[in-house]
Structures are given as C-alpha cells and as structure tokens.
C-alpha cells in the first residue's frame, strides 16, 4: 500500500520523469560529444598518417633515383672496348662501387643475350652461370633501351628478398650492347629501413606496393613481405589505390579489421607507400573514456538530479571546450598541443586520454623528424639536413660577401676494413671519424656525414686560404692515427677535396661539385692527401 502510495505521488513521477529525461539527456550529450571527438581524432590521426605517407615515399623515391643516375650514369660512362676485357671491366665496377656503394649485392653486366655474366663485382659463386635473358628487368633494358625496375622476388643465388635495377649500356648508333645492373636485397640497410623497422603507435605500420607486380615490397610486418596484394574486393581503399587514387579515409583491409589508410606515391618506381593504423588503436582514448563515462553514469546521475540544470551544464562544458579546441587544432588555428585538466573526473580522463595521443603523435613525429635529419649511427647531421643548413648558411654569407669553404672527405682503406672484420667494425669505425672530425673544426663550422664513409665540413669565415689547407692537413693527420676497434688497431687514411665560394662556386650545388672533383684529384694523387678544386673556364 505504502510502494503503490510512492508510486503514483507526484514527487515520485516528477522525479522518475527528471531521472529518464536527465539519463536520456546524458546519452544524447554523450553521443554527440564521443562523436564529436572521434571526428577531431580521426583529422589528426589522418593529417599525421598522410604526413608520414609521404615523408616515407619521397625518402624512398629519392633512393631509386640516386640508384637510376648512378646506373644511367656508369652505362653512358662506360668504355666500349672494356667489355672484351672482362678483368679490367671487374675492376672499373670495383672502383665505382667502392666510390657509390648504392646496390648491398653489387653490380654486374649481362651480354644482350642474357646468358651468362660479362663482368661483376663483388663476385658471388654462382651468378656467371645464370640465364637471365627471361627476367623482366632485362628484357625492358634491353628490348625498350630504358632504365627499369625488376619484380622483387626471392634471389637466385642469396636466399633472400631482392631487387634489380637495370640501364642499357649502348654504341655510338644507340644500339644496346649490354645491360647493367644492380642488386641489392629489400634489407639493405638505408634503404627501404623506414618501411621494414618502424612502426606506427603499437599495431600500425607501413606498406610499400608495386601496383604493376600485384606484390608488397616491404611492410612492417615481416610475414607480408613479397607477398601479393589482397584480389580485388577485399579492400575498397586498396582497390582505389591501385587504379592511381592518392588520399587518406577508413578501410576495412583484407583481414577484416577497420583502419585508417593513407597513400604516398613513389613515382620512380610506379610504387605507392601506404600508412595506416587500425581504428580501435586510434579511437582508444574515445572508447575507454566512454567506458569509464557508462560505468559511473548511475552514480553520476543521481548527483545530477539534485542540481540538475546548474551541474548538468557544468558537466558538460570542459567537454565542450575540449572539443571546440580539438577542432581548432584540426583546421589549425590552434597549435597541437596537450588540453589543459580542469577536473579529475571522467572528462578530465578523455581529456587525459586525448592528451596521451598527443603525446604519441608529437613522439612519432620528433622521431621521424631526427630519422630525415640525423645521421643515426655517428649522430651527425645527414645529408639532407646539411644541404638544408647549408643552403641557409650560403644565402648569409653571400649577402655579407665573404668567403665559404667545402670540405669532401673521403675515408682511404675503409672498404677493406668494413668486408673483413664486419659491418659492426665499419660502423664504430665511422663513428670514431666523426669524433674527430668534430674535435677538429670550430663550432661554428657544420661537420655532417654525406654517406657511407664521405664526410663534408662547412667552414665559414674564410679569410686565409692557406689556412684552409693548414686544417685539411691536420685532418689528414688525426683521421690516419691507429683507431681501436674490437680490440684491434686499424689505420686508414682520407682524401679530401676542397673548394671555395665565390672562389670556385656560385650556389651550393656547383661548390659541392667543385670539392666532389677536387677529392677524386686526391684519390689520384695518391691518397692520403688534400686538393683544391679547379673553377671551370
């Protein structure tokens, strides 16, 4: 009698009416808000993946074509009558790969018959006896007197992921006399390591495809290397990308998970990279903060019915301020940034949850940042950061008319070094040289490792050339002292080629060519020696 008393009191009925309006109110703010969020986290997580897409295509795209010159280079360089002298033609590859050791497998030089090997370096058992006359990256240089990329597959002689590239060695009548080309298996470090050794927050990664072989060239999961793409209908995304589109959006990939995909082209191959991330990964702090929320709901809206409309608005507005100012972050009107914790409650843990993405964007983004622009072995700048600094510092010194010196810096007996005791030998060996090398030149000068074992120096201020030389002695000096390596004394030596603007040069890229030239006059003279460059005319 009492309960059905309760039952119909007006109280009771104004506040079970209150209780359903105020938990429907609450689902509806909720929904709206989750998804609003959602919406702004899927914009960053877009932007972020399409910026590493790209950052990781053009890396890759600007391998192939330093690969491609190379080649291109050699084939037009090379003498014609050098290829009835198979052991001098050895040694010109030697000589070439030592200088441009682009291709981990070395370079060889195939009749245009296909059967056989005219010449090669380095020499692996096996490869003289191949008939290659079947290989797509032969019969394209070949037949069409094009440079061209081969299917990767699994080598012939190395049981391992390879890829060849090819460029038509031809008379003075254009006709192809041999095809050269070069090998290089897809692990070879620094070149698609951007691809094969990252990943992207803790399930993502990368995808590198070649839309012609149908075939993935290097993920970031080992098990889909070299492995065909999904049949057409798997993946609508995919589907897209490999009829051209380029772009980013949510997907449902060939295993059935939901991710976000975005596409960078690799034109020098007709390759695209595909970076991506599944969306119970991205969305998380969305999900577990909605958790948290539907949990502690029940308690949450009962407080609420004691105040409802000045704490029900309270509630909400650090919500809807997060929200305003993820937006604000999207379109970019606001830098990206952490949101301030107002509250310590379920929107100060989605708070923290967005917060904490953030943090992992801004963490994946300073390390592909320190990936484009350190060298990671030596801690030197890489090249690319050199020229960026470089240009910058040329424009200065130009507007103040003073002088500039480059310093190329080749390493004399390094190869034999790195082949005998190992890589790990070379690479403590390269990083003791770079040691020295800044412990030689003042700090305002910009010491940076341009590849493999060639070093530049950026030295500004230049009054005295004599001086120049005087320092080039005194790094010849310090890098041919004894180094220990894995408890052995090793010597080696350095031949460096210097060159001054606006002495020899006018812009950074003919200064970098000056002192190129200058270090190949140091080679010949000997070794172990410093020349100053030539201006031409």
Known sequence: MQFRRLAHSLVAQVLGLALLITIFGTAVRFTLLSNTMRDGIEELVTAHLSSEASYVASDIDEKIRARKQLLETMAKQLPASLLDHPRELEGWLAERHALAPYFSLGMTIV?????????????????????????????AARDNAVFAIGKPTVGRVVNQGIIVMAAPILDARGRVLAVLNGVSTLDTPGFLNLIQNNTIGNTGGFLLISPRDKLFVAASMPNMRLRPTPPTGANRLHDRAMEGWRGAGITVNAFGVEEIAAIGSVPSAGWFVVARMPTAEAFQSVTASGKLLVQKGGAITLIVLTIFGVFLFYLFRPLRQASRQIHQMADGDLPLEPLAVVRHDEVGEMVDGFNFLVAKVRENEQRMTRLAHQDALTSLPNRLSFLMRAEQTVALFQRRNSRLALMFIDLDGFKPINDVYGHEAGDQLLQQVAARLGESVRKADLVARYGGDEFVVLLTDIGDPEATAVLADKIIAKLSQPYLVNEMEVVIGASIGVAFLPDDAEDMDSLIAQADAAMYDAKRAGRNCYRFAHKPG
């Open 111 to 139: 009749p245009a018959s296909g059967k056989g090997v005219i010449g090669e370096f380095p020499l692996l058992p096996g490869r003289r006896q191949l008939d290659f006359s079947d290989a797509d990256w032969f019969r």
